[in-house]
């Protein structure tokens, strides 16, 4: 159990763009005694350490270090962003399977560990992954978390707070289901300074599907634009590690292993889950709409197929 005054050993496996990001990220807001770069390419994890560890005269972060894969067994939170990446021509069920052989090779690697760690699964497809590294690493499905929809729901407040002339902390409510292709808005969680959007007036079904379609689009954008994304995600797992170490309780939609939740189970998605410091404690009970229900069951479909085929 992570205690909210304890300031925790984290891992972080993967030294790439993402991982180096949210080291960075952790490091900048002092939530870690220590951190640990953990990566295969062992010249990039100590260039990266080397960087990071420049500037640990301005924080309150205790150290940043090089590891070895067993090392992460000492860590109270463990981050996953080692993967492949989709390259032209692969399909998704391509990454699927290169992305399970990593995970089973590193948790090889590792070996046991103890039941109280926390791990955050980053690597794509999340939601997959996030199911097969419960699966491998035998801790409690409330103590594997993937990042979900949070980048997505992000981008969303985003996107609102622009489109109506306010401060993004202004924006509640959540983009759920796959992170991918099937993830939808759920509109009728949002509202904008507590009033529904659906009662804000020039707003459209029209509208509602630019925006969804532009939330959808973004990482594309991006990558089109700059080769990856990685200040958006590295922030997002930042806030999720927060949660866990100061028992934050957040509402966050998280992937996490849903048990007749709007009509879905035993199925890994993005989902509103209650976050502290024992992971997932429970899944927020929002009732969506008819529609709504109908798309989580496509993304639930839509994951189940990937999983009969690894």
């Not at 500037?55 to 972060?61: G, K, L, P, Q």
């Amino acid at each position: 159990m992570i205690m909210s005054h304890f300031s925790p050993v984290i891992a972080i496996i993967g030294s790439g763009a993402v991982g180096s990001t949210i080291a960075y990220t952790l490091t900048v807001k002092d939530l870690a005694s220590e951190i640990m770069l953990i990566d295969i390419n062992e010249q990039k994890e100590q260039g990266e350490v080397m960087d990071i560890g420049d500037a640990m005269c301005f924080v309150e972060t205790g150290c940043i270090n090089g590891a070895d894969f067993k090392d992460a067994r000492r860590a109270d939170i463990i981050v996953i962003t080692a993967g492949a990446n989709q390259k032209p021509g692969e399909t998704r069920l391509d990454l699927v399977e290169k992305n399970t052989a990593i995970m089973k090779s590193l948790f090889k690697s590792i070996g046991r560990l103890k039941p109280s760690t926390i791990i955050i699964v980053v690597t794509n497809p999340v939601d997959v992954l996030t199911h097969v590294v419960q699966k491998i690493s035998g801790l409690s499905e409330s103590h594997v978390i993937g990042t979900g929809t949070s980048l997505d729901t992000a981008r969303l407040k985003s996107t609102l707070s622009a489109a109506f002339g306010v401060s993004s902390h202004a924006v509640e409510g959540f983009v759920l289901g796959e992170h991918g292709d099937s993830e939808f808005v759920a509109w009728s969680s949002v509202r904008i300074g507590g009033v529904p959007i659906t009662q804000l007036p020039g707003f459209s079904a029209t509208q509602a599907s630019a925006i969804e379609d532009k939330v959808k689009k973004e990482a594309y954008e991006i990558i089109a634009r700059k080769g990856a994304t990685f200040y958006g995600i590295g922030l997002i797992t930042t806030h999720i590690i927060h949660a866990v170490i100061h028992d934050q309780k957040k509402i966050l939609p998280v992937t996490t292993h849903l048990k007749n939740w709007n009509g879905v189970s035993n199925t890994f998605l993005g989902a509103p889950s209650v976050v502290g410091k024992n992971g997932v404690e429970k899944i927020w009970p929002l009732a969506l709409s008819k529609q709504e229900q109908k798309k989580l069951q496509k993304s639930a479909e839509a994951i189940k197929k990937y999983l009969g085929r690894i």
